[in-house]
């Protein structure tokens, strides 16, 4: 299943610290991925070209983090059909807000998936999602990890309770 199947793409490399935690998830659930980074208004042509090449890369799903601005996620989107999942990042006097308005307010036709700022963890999660539909083996992985954090949090209860206030 490690072939490469979900594109991780960044403003910058600020951002790395915080797309990083797509990585991580993708590695658990073993699903392959590559990471790049490329501004929307920096390296626009970059930008374009790594949306359109996407589908012949085998990239099914695709995360793109931006802060500011955030355009990277819409310009992405605009150049594939490829589900785009955007991830705004907290940067800048707003905090992340401009980049949560940014990402999320895009015009009918050409949609991006969005989570919460600095939400990386859930994109990937929306990502294994996503595959799930074509591939049972990642559906299989996210039942195991919903059922494994469920029994977590029912321990975590029952030792609470069993604590004398």
Do not use: F
């Not at 072939?3 to 998830?25: N, Y």
């Not at 990471?35 to 996407?54: F, V």
């Amino acid at each position: 299943m490690n072939k490469t199947k979900v594109g991780i793409i960044m403003g910058s490399d600020s951002d790395l610290t915080v797309m990083e935690k797509a990585a991580e998830v993708l590695k658990e659930m073993g699903i392959g991925y590559e990471m790049d980074i490329s501004s929307a208004h920096r390296l626009p042509e970059k930008t374009a070209e790594y949306a359109k090449g996407a589908r012949g890369r085998g990239i099914e799903v695709i995360i793109a983090g931006a802060g500011m601005a955030a355009h990277l996620a819409g310009v992405i989107a605009s150049h594939t059909t490829i589900p785009v999942i955007g991830v705004p990042l907290k940067s800048g006097a707003l905090n992340g807000v401009d980049a949560l308005y940014s990402t999320v307010q895009m015009p009918a036709g050409i949609p991006v998936a969005t989570v919460a700022i600095d939400g990386a963890k859930n994109a990937a999660y929306l990502a294994c999602s996503i595959l799930s539909i074509k591939y049972p083996e990642i559906a299989g992985k996210l039942e195991a990890y919903r059922e494994k954090t469920r029994q977590e949090l029912v321990k975590k209860s029952g030792e609470l309770k069993r604590q004398k206030v």
